[in-house]
């Protein structure tokens, strides 16, 4: 069973300079969609077999804690148009991605790779784009809009505090789930837990770029980046970067102010924020979340944001085949939701891999491959797919400038 759960009531859109206003109310269908939040809680999943949990609380229960914004509200989203030099700093960034992406269609994309990281000049260039991009214009303008300022980096905060603290932290809630879904593979399962204990949050954020995380005391947070945008981040190319099991903390150079090795099941969260779009082949993706298995604790989570600017469901099934890779990994997918312009991403890392996989056996579908292409790997040139009709709307050619228009420079994905 699925449960979508759709909550935009009463939207005013006001697009300045346009002076355009979008008035819009439960029934009207003038919303642009990317507006449209929704959660999928993946626990629903199952729900009929999984009704109430021993600590009393139903699945239903834990959606609604699950849901953190309230069923009615009015949001005042406020875009400010893109200025020139937005657009520009935002076509720097698609353009590094796009021409690695062609260089790898051409050539291996090992070497592509290698020698897109000894360009320095080029990585300095995306690093200070990035940095005045995310910190001059998408929290800036996020702000005004309902304080919904940063709502990725938020949206991290967030999901790692309500999984990992909070009156019933929803690890052991997880840990329940996937206590039965073992019991279901093998009645005489049993396992002694121990309590998952931590006192801050230890986050290693990958692509940190500036450090967005160091603002927050309850996360002990590693940054590292192949172009770090700020003193307090570590130079490491995580493609390359060693996994030693052997190794209790970082082995760092301070030299160079970089990590060359990692501690395995050492980090509580890994963040992805706009990371894997960066890299230009499935493998390269790939790798990425095969090594943060193996440097995450048994239960830890990687969180994961991609650009996502199309409506709700355009990209479901790209991002149910990650689901899907993820699993055959031994990670399971916990949460999904849809902000403005990304999709956000929950992956837990099952005690026991059989757990992830059997989701998988499970859930096959005969487009599912194990890899991890993002909508950029296509040459789509249609803006909708008719598939979701009820979330298509419809609109002039002028509103869809103006919205591009605001947009522009917002996750740079844009088709
Ligand atoms: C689009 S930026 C995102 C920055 C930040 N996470 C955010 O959400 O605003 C992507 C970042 O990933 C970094 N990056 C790409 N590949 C990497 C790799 N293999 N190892 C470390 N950092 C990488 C880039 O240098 C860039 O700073
Ligand atoms: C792992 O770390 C240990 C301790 O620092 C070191 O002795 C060993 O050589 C490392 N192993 C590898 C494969 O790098
Ligand atoms: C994608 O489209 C561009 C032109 O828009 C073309 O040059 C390129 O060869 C196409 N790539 C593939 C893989 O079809």
Redesign the pocket.
């Known amino acids: 069973m699925k449960f979508a759960y759709v909550c935009v009531l009463f939207i005013l859109i006001v697009v300045e300079n346009g002076s355009k206003a979008y008035p819009l109310d439960e029934e009207s269908a003038t919303a642009p969609e990317d507006y449209m939040d929704y959660v999928e809680l993946d626990p629903m999943d199952n729900v009929a077999e999984l009704q109430k949990t021993s600590t009393g609380r139903t699945w239903l229960g834990l959606a609604t804690t699950l849901i953190e914004k309230p069923a009615h509200h009015a949001f005042v989203f406020h875009f400010p148009m893109a200025t020139q030099e937005q657009l520009e700093l935002s076509g720097l960034i698609k353009s590094v991605h796009q021409r690695l992406r062609d260089s790898a ?1 051409q050539q291996d994309p090992e070497t592509v790779w290698k020698e897109h990281v000894r360009d320095e000049g080029l990585l300095k260039s995306y690093a200070e784009a990035m940095h005045k991009l995310a910190t001059c214009y998408w929290d800036r303008t996020m702000e005004v809009s309902c304080k919904r300022s940063n709502s990725r980096i938020e949206w991290v905060v967030a999901s790692c505090r309500c999984y990992f603290h909070g009156a019933t932290p929803l690890l052991y809630l997880f840990r329940e789930k996937d206590d039965k879904v073992m019991q279901a593979i093998d009645a005489g399962y049993r396992y002694e837990h121990r309590p998952y204990t931590i006192d801050r949050i230890k986050l290693l954020d990958v692509g940190s770029c500036y450090d967005p995380f160091a603002s927050f005391p309850d996360f002990d947070v590693t940054a590292i980046d192949i172009a770090p945008a700020g003193s307090s981040v570590w130079h490491c190319d995580f493609l390359e970067a060693e996994v030693n099991k052997t190794l209790s903390i970082p082995s760092i150079s301070e030299q160079h102010h970089s990590i060359e090795a990692f501690p395995g099941d050492h980090y509580d969260a890994i963040v992805f924020s706009l990371l894997l779009e960066y890299l230009p082949s499935s493998e390269q993706r790939l790798r990425c979340c095969r090594k943060a298995y193996d440097l995450l604790k048994p239960e830890g989570i990687l969180l994961i944001i991609t650009p996502d600017s199309r409506h709700q469901g355009a990209n479901a099934k790209l991002m149910k085949n990650w689901r899907y890779t993820l699993g055959l990994m031994g990670f399971s997918r916990i949460k999904i939701e849809k902000l403005e312009h990304v999709t956000c991403m929950v992956f837990r890392k099952c005690i026991f891999p059989t757990v992830g996989k059997r989701w998988c056996d499970i859930h096959r579908e005969a487009y599912m491959e194990p890899v991890l292409n993002i909508p950029q790997d ?2 789509e ?1 249609k803006l909708e797919e008719k598939d979701d009709s009820a979330m298509d709307v419809p609109r002039t050619d002028e509103d869809d400038g103006e919205i591009r228009q605001a947009f522009a420079g917002l996750p740079f994905l844009e088709s």
């Open positions: 269609k296509f040459n040139t």
